[in-house]
């Protein structure tokens, strides 16, 4: 069955610290991953992509990396901030849009 | 350039009725997809229309249909309305369709926020 599990479920993290996020997966064939923010409330923003030949993508402050043989990726968040606080969605895809499959995100609160 | 708009953004209503969600996606976008986000379930794909066709259509019982018009604005309807089907409805457009091999950025929109009670 394919599956993403993301760790931790939840995390709080003082402000100007850094974290990562972790995303497993057993979904094959694989097309890409993605890293979505959700905000409370608010629909998801996507940070990253990557595809099968890239093990590392930087957007601003936040630096994902893909391991595509352990089927492990993580997403590094330095210097964090409050507008941190979010939801981090990790979603795999087999290819194409229906062949999605996401995670239960983690829920990241940063405190001053 | 406007984001992608979904209106209304809450709804409630009452086990049985049917419901229409409309969803306008950025300028120049053909690719509009559909989502059911829920607090047990996740985040779930309903189903995806590029140019007016639907493409893909994900795990999810008939009562769920949608549409999408020439000027790429999608419908999602909800027919019968059960109690289960409280959750925040997202649609996302992008430039290209989900294909194979082809890796476009989806923007979401805010949500629609059904209750059924």
């Known amino acids: 069955k394919n599956q993403v599990e993301q760790s931790p479920q939840s995390l709080i993290i003082l402000e100007g610290k850094n974290c990562t996020l972790q995303?497993?997966?057993?979904?094959?064939?694989?097309?890409?991953l993605r890293w979505y923010k959700q905000d409370t409330g608010r629909g998801p923003v996507s940070l990253t992509i990557m595809t099968f030949s890239e093990n590392t993508k930087s957007n601003g402050r936040y630096t994902a990396t893909l391991d595509a043989d352990t089927k492990q990726s993580s997403l590094h968040i330095t210097a964090s901030q409050l507008s941190d606080s979010a939801s981090y969605i990790c979603?795999?895809?087999?290819?194409?849009?229906?062949?999605?499959?996401f995670g239960t995100g983690t829920k990241l609160q940063v405190i001053p | 350039k406007a984001g992608v708009t979904q209106t209304p953004r809450y709804l409630i209503k009452t086990r049985g009725q049917q419901v229409t969600l409309s969803c306008s996606p950025i300028?120049?976008?053909?690719?509009v997809s559909w989502y059911q986000q829920t607090p047990g379930q996740g985040l779930q794909f309903l189903f995806e229309?590029?140019?007016?066709?639907?493409?893909n259509k994900g795990n999810f019982p008939g009562r769920f249909s949608g549409r999408q018009f020439s000027n790429s604005r999608s419908e999602m309807n909800v027919s019968t309305l059960e109690l289960g089907d409280s959750a925040l409805y997202l649609c996302?457009?992008?430039?290209?369709?989900?294909?194979?091999?082809?890796?476009?950025?989806?923007?979401f929109g805010p949500g629609t926020r059904l209750t059924v009670l």
């Open positions: 229309y590029f140019s007016e066709t639907q493409r």
């Open positions: 979603v795999v895809s087999k290819g194409g849009y229906q062949k999605v499959t």
């Open positions: 995303c497993n997966y057993t979904v094959s064939p694989f097309s890409n």
């Open positions: 300028s120049g976008h053909r690719s």
């Open positions: 996302a457009s992008s430039s290209t369709p989900g294909l194979a091999g082809v890796v476009d950025t989806q923007y």
